[in-house]
């Protein structure tokens, strides 16, 4: 694939795998075995009938009417918000538990940030019975109580993250410092398309289901397999990833990541990557993030705890800087608007994080018979009191 990994790990001048020497084994490992369980027949078998059986798969591809009218195009939902958990993370939990169980793997960790990847990995633990521990932010703990209701439920172990700015890149740091401690019994499950290669890759190859689909569904709903355009909300960047997956080396297919401005890029409260970062490493790779002049960590802010991160995965660094997928940012209060806006047009409360995608189309300008499919990642139900705050429900 022209936009792909090469054999390093690296796409174009991101990625790579900046690791301490304690975490060589484990990234060794995961390196050499991968793609050999990616590529056994009874993973695959395994893997295909969770998704189909488990999380509902194929998820709809849904002809958005009223949002067609409105934007003036066809505007298309990939429902990833109807899989079990609520959201695409749980196609990227699946993938690795099943891969940590073929390398005898006897422990869980994760880190979540919205609680939607713990509520995943959590759940995908208890149906095959593995130890389950989930790092996470303090603030974030607070602001998805139910999310950290779900794991306990599901019987993991909830960890706060207290450093920082008690939020997912805190909650990162104490998970591989945990992954450091225990490196024989335990798999570390990163939820998106970031740290060290092979992670951004695995993840994205799990999530690509997304595109395959989708393909799969708009050439039965349009005749045509390519839309005009694919959009998605990008925090690390895997749902984002999974919808453009197989859509990269189709180049008129225009791809659009919409990052989380916060109070606004230039408030100093923005979790906007692209527009405030600078190259370097980050968790393990090399990327784009928000750092200050001497490189130090800038806190990032959104009010949606899935976008809350200073960094993007390294292939949508590539994808940045070549120039293939455009990057552009919606801010807290378009984002709550959108969101209600998406209730009040199709019925369908979206996760605050997929929001900031609907409310770049205010932006937009379509062409009459455009195809757009937007991912819409999840559903907003952990969000509902973020919601009623803001509006005053
Ligand atoms: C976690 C999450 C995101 C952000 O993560 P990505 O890796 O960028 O996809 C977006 N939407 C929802 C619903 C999430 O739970």
Known sequence: MKYGVNEQGYYGDFGGAYIPEMLYPNIEELRQQYLNILHDPGFKAEFDQLLKDYVGRPSPL??????????????????EDLNHTGSHKINNAIGQILLAIRLGKKRIIAE?????????????CALKGIECVVYMGEVDMERQAPNVARMKMLGAKVVPATSGSK???DATNEAMRDWINNPVDTHYIIGSVVGPYPYPEMVAQFQSIISLEAKKQLKEQTGNELPDY???????????MGMFYHFLDDESVKLMAVEAAGQGVDSGHSAATTFLGKEGVLHGSRTILMQTDDGQV??????SAG??????????????????????????????KAGL?????EGIIPAIETA???AYLEKMQFKKDDNVVICISGRGDKDLNTYIKYFNF
């Not at 849904?62 to 429902?79: L, V």
């Not at 809350?308 to 378009?334: C, F, M, S, W």
């Not at 806006?341 to 047009?345: A, D, E, F, G, T």
């Open 298 to 303: 800038v806190e990032p802010y959104s009010i």
């Open 112 to 124: 979540t940030g919205a609680g939607q990847h713990g509520v995943a990995t959590a759940t995908v």
């Open 341 to 345: 806006l998406c209730c009040q047009l």
């Open 356 to 358: 900031h995608a609907l």
């Open 307 to 336: 976008l809350d991160y200073p960094g993007i995965g390294p292939q949508h660094a590539h994808l940045y800087k070549i120039k293939r997928a455009h990057y552009v940012n919606a801010t807290d209060d378009e984002a709550l």
């Open 230 to 240: 694919v959009m998605a909300c990008v925090g690390g960047g895997s749902n984002a």
């Open 62 to 79: 849904y002809h958005a009417k009223r949002y067609s009218e409105k934007y003036g195009a066809n505007i298309f939902f990939k429902r």
């Open 167 to 169: 939020t997912l890149k």
